[in-house]
């Protein structure tokens, strides 16, 4: 495991011992949560885009 952020690494050391995992676990599953959120925000942001276009739509629509 080689982890390029010092302070990172302390801290994943420490976290692995307090949960009683393997750093390498650790990492795997901080990363997988990160991604997840990522995904989440890109889907949240694709989705206001759309109401941003209809909203727009509709007020041309009508005028406003």
Do not use: C
Not at 19 to 37: D, K, Q, T, W
């Amino acid at each position: 495991m080689q982890i390029l952020d010092i302070k990172l690494h302390k801290q994943v050391k420490m976290v692995s011992k307090r949960l009683g995992l393997n750093p390498r676990e650790v990492i795997n599953r901080a990363v997988s949560s990160y991604l997840g959120s990522m995904k989440e925000l890109t889907d949240l942001q694709k989705e206001l885009h759309l109401w941003d276009v209809l909203s727009a739509q509709t007020m041309q629509k009508y005028k406003f």
